[in-house]
């Protein structure tokens, strides 16, 4: 089989892996569904495995041999993609560094590394990207991101997970009032504040805010109360510490496979910096 058509069936491999639905991802590439089958099953033929496991007429379960094709084929798509830019240029690419983050790390604590990052890789081009945990964890698992920085312990067999750093919570803002704000379910914060309501027997009235930066400036202008990380707090807000449960850890994840000498630089930049941070706080 030629090059080109080994790639165009790779490629529609990756995309089924990822939708695990011959429709979307028919959609996705602009192509019909049987030609989106006919194609996955053309792989399989001449590679001799199986791929997937039909369930229905377009739903599949992927097998073991898919697992490990699929992560291969991410790093050698990062390396095909590495080839073409330098045949472009004539010379070694300008390195691209993508880093997303869940809301507290990256309003709160990101800014404060980039100005650490940019300074000591003037010649990396840095692009930043903010989203929930779950969603921070799926593009460094499909490359879409190289480090990303979350709030929850999501357990990752693709992917490293290290923790960095402590953020501590604290109960803020207006202690009598009978309105809580609170981060919606998918939140990281959410889970602590209903822990709270648990340990202190409380249904209180909620307004469901999916920000953290909209709650911290609706208790700056003395709306409800909250639980959020101290971290955030401006001065006019009123706070009181709670106990050692409080307190969240920070997560950075990255690619398993790093083979930029720059990007290796930035890793282990990034962990120098939480150590020296943090270091009282890292078991």
């Given at each position: 089989?030629?090059?080109?058509?080994?790639?165009?069936?790779?490629?529609?491999?990756?995309?089924?892996?990822?939708?695990?639905?011959?429709s979307k991802a028919a959609e996705t590439l602009f192509i019909s569904q049987p030609a989106v089958s006919n194609q996955v099953k053309q792989l399989e033929e001449e590679l001799d495995i199986v791929l997937f496991i039909r369930s229905g007429r377009q739903e599949m379960t992927a097998t073991k041999q898919?697992?490990?094709?699929?992560h291969h084929l991410l790093n050698l798509t990062d390396d095909w993609?590495?080839?073409?830019?330098?045949?472009?240029?004539?010379?070694i690419?300008?390195?691209?560094?993508?880093?997303?983050?869940?809301?507290?790390?990256?309003?709160?604590?990101?800014?404060?590394l980039m100005k650490e990052l940019v300074q000591y890789f003037p010649e990396v081009s840095f692009v930043l990207e903010?989203?929930?945990?779950?969603?921070?964890?799926?593009?460094?698992?499909?490359?879409?991101?190289?480090?990303?920085?979350i709030e929850?312990?999501?357990?990752?067999?693709?992917?490293v997970r290290q923790e960095i750093l402590n953020d501590e919570l604290v109960h803020a803002g207006d202690l009598s009032s009978e309105l809580w704000l609170v981060r919606e379910e998918s939140s990281g914060v959410y889970h602590y504040t209903e822990r709270y309501f648990l340990e202190n027997n409380l249904s209180p009235k909620k307004m469901i805010i999916k920000n953290n930066e909209i709650i911290i400036r609706c208790l700056d202008k003395g709306i409800g109360q909250s639980i959020v990380s101290k971290k955030a707090?401006?001065?006019?807000?009123?706070?009181?510490?709670?106990?050692?449960?409080?307190?969240?850890?920070?997560?950075?994840i990255k690619r398993d496979r790093i083979e930029s000498t720059q990007l290796q630089e930035i890793a282990h930049f990034i962990n120098t910096h939480f150590q020296?941070?943090?270091?009282?706080?890292?078991?």
């Amino acid at each position: 089989m030629e090059g080109d058509s080994m790639f165009k069936l790779l490629k529609t491999f990756r995309t089924v892996y990822e939708t695990k639905n011959f429709s979307k991802a028919a959609e996705t590439l602009f192509i019909s569904q049987p030609a989106v089958s006919n194609q996955v099953k053309q792989l399989e033929e001449e590679l001799d495995i199986v791929l997937f496991i039909r369930s229905g007429r377009q739903e599949m379960t992927a097998t073991k041999q898919a697992d490990i094709l699929y992560h291969h084929l991410l790093n050698l798509t990062d390396d095909w993609e590495d080839i073409l830019q330098a045949l472009k240029t004539q010379s070694i690419p300008k390195a691209t560094c993508k880093i997303i983050a869940s809301n507290t790390f990256a309003v709160h604590y990101l800014p404060e590394l980039m100005k650490e990052l940019v300074q000591y890789f003037p010649e990396v081009s840095f692009v930043l990207e903010m989203d929930n945990s779950e969603v921070v964890l799926e593009k460094i698992e499909k490359h879409q991101a190289h480090f990303g920085f979350i709030e929850k312990p999501l357990i990752t067999e693709t992917a490293v997970r290290q923790e960095i750093l402590n953020d501590e919570l604290v109960h803020a803002g207006d202690l009598s009032s009978e309105l809580w704000l609170v981060r919606e379910e998918s939140s990281g914060v959410y889970h602590y504040t209903e822990r709270y309501f648990l340990e202190n027997n409380l249904s209180p009235k909620k307004m469901i805010i999916k920000n953290n930066e909209i709650i911290i400036r609706c208790l700056d202008k003395g709306i409800g109360q909250s639980i959020v990380s101290k971290k955030a707090l401006t001065k006019k807000i009123n706070w009181h510490s709670l106990d050692q449960g409080y307190q969240r850890k920070f997560y950075l994840i990255k690619r398993d496979r790093i083979e930029s000498t720059q990007l290796q630089e930035i890793a282990h930049f990034i962990n120098t910096h939480f150590q020296k941070a943090e270091q009282p706080f890292l078991n």
